[in-house]
């Protein structure tokens, strides 16, 4: 009983402190200072002098389509993509969902106390990017629900005595759609959800997923749901093709970076909404740390209050408001670009064209995570070794690491700053790559190929100077 | 596409590299410099004896290094939470004053302030860790104060 009433108080406090401009996440209690203006200035006129020495050189034969695909030397691709590795990959996936439901559920609902809010957010969501740029599509391998999926599609078989059908066939149309909804709902969870990273929260979302993802499986079967609907694996797999590391069938073999993203089907419908979400999300994220937020919010807040609803599910409904906006802007820019590059001809209708070259929005939508949420993987990744000896946040020492704590020390703010606008730059000029190898593939003639070079270069441009407006702004 | 096109191009990008190096190139160095320098001016004040003045054998006292004032009453922080800036290697000094007994938390550098009711509890030292840090009142989380640590 006093405990909820604690939990009441603590969630009336962050919802008045949410008036003024809060510090992002619950997680930390540390923010990033904003970049310098002159530092604003130099990246915003680096990327525009890579833009056009890019355009100077721009190439005439496609360089990343195509497949470069070769099975690792000396048996290592064979051994990497082995059923016993699946198998122990799965189960120790199987048993960090468990944990994360298990402590949120039943431990210390302070939310740097305990482990699940700490894996959910910085370990599972932030650390799994760049693990997936660099080593390929690692989480398909630890995902625990298609480990679960397929080790009862396993035990169902054997027991039935032939292989199994999936019921349904997963409709065309669905496309990536459910992975865009599961999308949403997280980055709901995580910027626009009062009590989000409230340990128990997390428990009970990371629970009902995990249902909805059973049902989605145990219809459409193992692979389409996963493939295609499961939130996540879409997500990971996104930035896996960024990686020279893929697994086919029971081989992990090398190709060019950035060249599984030309083997990402654009088709699928849904495609463009998913980036626009992941984009739109981060920048929400940022924008909700800046002035302009911070200058919108309070009269919105009020418009929901004066509608008769609590202060808390008015600040809750403002921010939802918020992200939904900057998902319809990302969503908008972009099409603003396609309707551009439509008009150098071709004969292509604008959605077709959107697709097209939705691909080339992934190392931008990369960079926006990497550039936002770097220091906090370098700062609150570090407390996951503690709170992995004391999960449920009561005092616990199993692994002898509970007494570690958080080094504010090991990166300061420049190296940081240099950091997220390099990354930012480079982010810039692998879209701009892949967007010039797709024109050349798409279009018959190159003139063509390179006029509509013009449009997705703003667009580039465009997504770039957002990204470096939103680190000048953070905490300003 | 033609090589007069490819000219083109690089002529543009050169066109911006000279305007952002005009533009931003010294005048940010000198505001870098200034800014780097300051925190040893300040350091080590020139020690100016008082113009005008006749009785120019007491030398000056040093002046006291200011606190910055953080008042907690009602649940509040008086004035609201405020930004506290200082400098990498400089000397954060913090005096808190608060209306019922409480222990206050700096983030990041892990300091905890406990004060009584109705006194002024002091608090040095070296802002080490750059960053934005939160600096709140532990038994309820109340925000009091950003504490903004600058290279």
Redo the contacts between chains.
Sequence with gaps: MRRTATLL??SV??AA?LA?P??AHGL??????PIPA?LF??GA??V??V???G????W?EPKLEGDSWRTLPGGAGRALGSRPVEIVCGAIGVALLLLVVWSGAAGNQLTTDNLAPTFVFVVFWVALVPVSVVFGDVFSAFNPWRAAGRAVGWVASKAAGEPLTAPLRYPERLGRWPAVVGLLAFTWLELAAQDGDLPRNVALAALVYSLLTGVGMALYGVEAWIGRGEAFSVYFNLFSRISPFERREREVGLRRPLSGLTSFDPSLPGTVALLAVVIGGVSFDGASEGALWAGIVPGLTDFFESLGLARGAAVEIASTVGLLGAIGLVFGLYRLGVAGARTVGGGFTTARLARAFAHSLVPIALVYVAAHYL?LLIFQGQAFIPLLSDPLGRGADLLGTAGG??D??VI???AVWYTQVALIVVGHVAALTLAHDRALVLYDQ?ELA?RSQYWLLAVMVGFTSIALWLLSQA?A | MSRGQRLAFLAVAAAIAIVAVVVLGPGSEEADDARRSSPTERTQPTSQSPRGSGRAERPPAPPKPAYEAIRFEDGKPVGGARDITVQSGETVRLAVRSDRAEEIHIHGYDRYVDVEPGKVERARFPARLEGVFEVEAHSDGTLLANLRVEP
Aim: charged share 10%; proline share 5%; aromatic share 10%.
């Design positions: 108080a603590a406090i962050a402190a003024e809060a510090l930390g209690g540390r923010a990033d200072l002159w200035g130099w006129a680096i525009l002098i833009s056009f020495v355009l100077a050189a721009l005439p220091t704590a958080i504010y020390g300061g703010a420049t190159p390179v905490n």
